[in-house]
């Protein structure tokens, strides 16, 4: 009986001493807090908005010019179009009907579509449970490039296109849902009007 007690008051007196430790010491005021460090964003990281005109073309489509990376694509009216706030992102544009999304933009990268493909495949093999991969030779506004199809499990179905400029141009088209060949058409139709300027 005394070991317990003396085990359980020693035990009591190490929780009081913690307590008195934490509690003797000075009070800081919140403005005497340290503030959390957050990456500085430069003014010159960011997009100016006027740079992305948005036209209506009249016919059911809408036309979207990027002046400052010089290229514009026509999409259907029903689209939401998603501006880049960084000077990094491209443009993305959701059909929210069929479930699809398209991105395209330039990258900032010093490597080849060749390079690009490569390790796209290396992260695919390594992290996804692959359905389908393939890839083509394509053609868009005159210049050359490679079409990945992707199925995976995780995400469904996507398509890259990488095209030979300098720098390299990217379209990305992913799908969820079931509408994959509408999807498949509007995709189709972006690459179609695709226009450097």
Known sequence: MKRAFFVFGGGAVL??????????KPAVAPDQLPTPSAPAIEESDLRDPDEIAVVD????????????????????????????????????????????RFDAGFLSTEETVAELLRQSEERTQEDLTVQKSETEDIVVADLGGI??????????????????????????????????????????QVLDSLVFS
């Open 147 to 188: 079409r990945r199809i992707l199925e995976t499990e995780e995400f469904g179905y996507s398509e890259t296109i990488y095209l030979e400029s300098s720098p390299i141009f990217q379209v990305v088209m992913f799908v969820q849902g079931e509408n994959r060949g509408t999807c498949i058409q509007g995709f189709n």
């Open 57 to 100: 073309n009249g016919d059911g489509t809408k036309k979207v010019r990027d002046s400052r990376e010089g290229y514009e694509i026509s999409v259907p009216d029903d689209w939401q179009i998603q501006k880049p706030i960084f000077i990094s992102n491209g443009l993305t544009f959701f059909d929210n009907e069929n479930v699809c």
């Open 15 to 24: 929780i009081a001493a913690g307590v008195f430790v934490f509690m003797s």
